[in-house]
């Protein structure tokens, strides 16, 4: 008897939103999911609602994003390759990914990329988008960052930076923002302190199981809400198709920041550089929806806030 709400999203919104969500957030938004914050926080306050519990922390308190099932089979692959063996095939069929992934995984792990930028499934395949930047500032400002300083290559230091440097800070900072100036409190119960630490203290086989992320938050929550939903393996992260819509719907919203070596954030980036990225995701041949969204939202920032000669 739980009503639902649905709050339409599409592409033609983005354009809307997007100058709006910099405002708020003082800076170039990380994630498109910004805009998810902000559709939301405006229909639950024209409800009338003032105090919101939200689910966040979740997928990195019980190990619930995509690259982590990548840390988990490589933590397995090390310390015990049977189980590793069928978690593979548990991975390929639930989560449609070749084998191939996992294996340029790997090679991932072991190049300086993964200091600049962990989150493997990010980056597209043959783009190092290190080279986004015009040579002074990738050859004597950009220094890699020590993030796995202190931490190993395993499901609980992928899970504590996440926490840390990562994905967990950001969406605090978003939803902190986007509520916030709308006059809305959230709350974090997923976040309350001891629930973190068990989360982080759990073995891995209560992380992932047969290819199943949260395996262990599934479990608690059986007789609460449907079978289907509960073990259904897609509900895995929260994202839109923005990569389908600078395609299509946002293609010119894309071109218009990006196209032009007039736009101000050409006085940092590579043109030709970009020009290619640009090409490559348009024709469909790599997703770089996610280092577009960056770039326009730097350049969308650097419009508002700063005059160039």
Avoid at 135 to 144: A, F, G, I, S, T
Avoid at 164 to 178: A, I, Q, S
Wanted: glycine share 6%; net charge positive.
């Amino acid at each position: 008897n739980v009503k639902s709400n649905y709050i339409p999203v599409t592409g033609e919104k983005v354009k809307t939103v997007v100058p709006e969500l910099i405002d708020t957030f003082d800076e170039p938004v990380p994630t498109p999911n910004g805009i998810l914050h902000a559709l939301m926080s405006d229909a639950i306050s024209a409800k009338g609602y003032r105090v919101v519990l939200s689910g966040v922390g979740g997928d990195e308190v019980f190990y619930g994003y995509h690259d982590h099932f990548l840390y988990f089979l490589y933590y397995l692959e090390q310390h015990d390759l049977k189980r590793f063996k069928t978690e593979l095939d548990c991975w390929q069929r639930g989560q449609k990914r070749p084998l191939s992934v996992y294996e340029k995984f790997k090679e991932f792990l072991s190049s300086d990329g993964v200091r600049f930028s962990p989150d493997f499934l990010a980056r597209s395949q043959g783009f190092d988008y290190r080279n986004c930047l015009i040579r002074d500032l990738r050859d004597n400002h950009l220094k890699p960052q020590a993030l796995y300083e202190g931490l190993d290559l395993d499901p609980r230091g992928k899970q504590i930076l996440d926490m840390w440097r990562l994905t967990l800070p950001y969406t605090l900072k978003m939803d902190d923002r986007f509520y916030m100036s709308r006059g809305l409190e959230t709350r974090h119960p997923l976040l309350d302190y001891r629930l973190v630490e068990f989360g982080l203290n759990l073995p891995v086989n209560l992380k992932i199981r047969c290819g199943v992320s949260k395996f262990i938050l599934r479990s608690a929550i059986k007789g609460f809400i449907p079978s289907d939903r509960r073990k259904d393996t897609k509900k895995i992260g929260l994202n839109f198709p923005i990569d389908k819509w600078m395609r299509g719907s946002l293609r010119e919203w894309v071109r218009e920041n990006l196209a032009s070596k007039n736009n101000p954030v050409y006085n940092y980036l590579d043109f030709n550089f970009v020009e290619r990225v640009l090409a490559d995701h348009f024709s469909g041949n790599g997703n770089h929806s996610l280092k577009l969204w960056d770039l326009i939202n730097v350049n969308l920032w650097l419009k508002k806030h700063f005059s160039f000669v």
